[in-house]
């Protein structure tokens, strides 16, 4: 276990060397390993990508994101302005089934989305769409993955194909369990991007709705 203080200067470190953040910007707390980051962006990306770099770390379990979102730029953009390009980019993107999705914009540039997906991996692609659009402060996923029931051998052995695939040197060092519709990933890799590969694995298999991912970075 890593100590409060460890985990800080991990996360620090971290903000430093992620090219998408504005590490100068944002403060770090660390208590009882809870990790509270505060300060000021200018975009829901921005917030979002702090949240992605502290959960890279490894030891992280629980974050309070109080970053406040201040944009730079002059409002121009209505919420009307927002939706109309919200769905353009839900359009132009071919990864998501566009036509399954609603979008609702209200409260100057707070986007919901609902509607239905076959896989958690769609669910993501929607929401990464649009979450760097002007005007857009935050987005509320509630998009549900509607996949067929499928039994559980069935779903382990299609995660381990793609596992195989994907990162063949780590599917020996995973174990892939199946609770109904969620999967439990266990083991160890060797890196956050090995890592991000086997979720992804996870989240791209159709009849999986939730992904509990227990990897440990590092052996």
């Given at each position: 276990?890593?100590?409060?203080?460890?985990l800080?200067?991990?996360?620090?470190?971290?903000?430093?060397?992620?090219?998408?953040?504005?590490?100068?910007?944002?403060?770090?707390?660390?208590?009882?390993?809870?990790?509270?980051?505060?300060?000021?962006?200018?975009?829901?990306?921005?917030k979002?990508?702090?949240?992605?770099?502290?959960?890279?770390?490894?030891g992280?379990?629980d974050l309070?994101?109080?970053?406040?979102?201040?944009?730079s730029w002059?409002?121009?953009?209505?919420?009307?302005?927002?939706?109309?390009?919200?769905?353009?980019?839900?359009?132009?993107?071919?990864f998501v089934?566009?036509?399954?999705i609603?979008?609702?914009?209200?409260?100057?540039?707070?986007?919901?989305l609902?509607?239905?997906v076959?896989?958690?991996?769609e669910?993501?692609?929607?929401?990464?769409?649009?979450?760097?659009?002007?005007?857009?402060?935050?987005?509320?996923?509630?998009?549900?993955?509607?996949?067929?029931?499928?039994?559980?051998?069935?779903?382990?052995?299609?995660i381990?194909?793609?596992?195989?695939?994907?990162?063949?040197?780590?599917?020996?060092?995973?174990?892939?369990?199946?609770?109904?519709?969620?999967?439990?990933?266990?083991?160890?890799?060797?890196?956050w991007?090995?890592?991000?590969?086997?979720?992804?694995a996870?989240?791209?298999?159709a009849?999986?709705?939730?992904v509990d991912?227990?990897?440990?970075?590092?052996?």
């Amino acid at each position: 276990m890593k100590t409060d203080s460890e985990l800080k200067s991990d996360v620090m470190r971290e903000l430093a060397w992620d090219s998408n953040i504005d590490d100068t910007v944002i403060g770090v707390a660390v208590h009882h390993g809870v990790v509270t980051v505060t300060g000021t962006v200018s975009c829901w990306a921005e917030k979002h990508a702090v949240e992605e770099a502290v959960y890279r770390i490894a030891g992280v379990r629980d974050l309070a994101n109080d970053v406040e979102i201040k944009p730079s730029w002059s409002p121009k953009l209505n919420d009307t302005d927002i939706a109309e390009a919200v769905r353009r980019a839900l359009t132009w993107n071919r990864f998501v089934p566009d036509q399954q999705i609603r979008s609702t914009v209200a409260d100057s540039g707070t986007v919901t989305l609902t509607g239905t997906v076959r896989t958690l991996a769609e669910r993501d692609e929607a929401e990464h769409a649009i979450r760097t659009l002007d005007g857009v402060r935050y987005v509320v996923n509630r998009i549900a993955v509607d996949a067929p029931t499928v039994a559980p051998d069935s779903l382990r052995a299609t995660i381990a194909a793609a596992l195989a695939r994907r990162a063949s040197r780590e599917a020996t060092h995973v174990d892939v369990a199946v609770d109904g519709d969620t999967v439990v990933l266990t083991g160890s890799v060797d890196s956050w991007i090995e890592r991000r590969a086997v979720v992804g694995a996870a989240r791209g298999t159709a009849g999986v709705r939730r992904v509990d991912d227990r990897l440990q970075i590092g052996r």
